[in-house]
């Protein structure tokens, strides 16, 4: 499963702008299935993380991706958007 490492020197000196694109990806990856299977679950944590970060596509993503999600599984994706948010 490809993964971007996101512990490496200067990723949180990036620009807002450039963090939202990296993590809007981490979501297109999850939500397509590229270079991994789809996981509804991590799309929309990685949507939501980005538009927290003021991607306006990711939040669209995010929604559209919701409609098709159970409360259950989007209950999941928040709260690990949160735990990430909090140790990163």
Do not use: P
């Not at 939202?20 to 299935?33: K, R």
């Not at 990685?46 to 259950?72: D, V």
């Amino acid at each position: 499963m490809a993964r971007f490492e996101m512990l490496e020197a200067g990723f949180g000196d990036m620009g807002s702008t450039a963090q939202a694109d990296i993590l809007f990806e981490l979501g297109m990856m999850y939500a397509t299935g590229r270079d991994c299977g789809v996981d509804s679950i991590a799309a929309h944590k990685w949507f939501n993380i980005a538009a927290i970060k003021g991607s306006n596509r990711a939040a669209e993503l995010r929604s559209e991706l919701s409609q098709s999600m159970s409360k259950t599984d989007i209950a999941k994706a928040l709260r690990d958007a949160r735990e990430w948010m909090t140790t990163h």
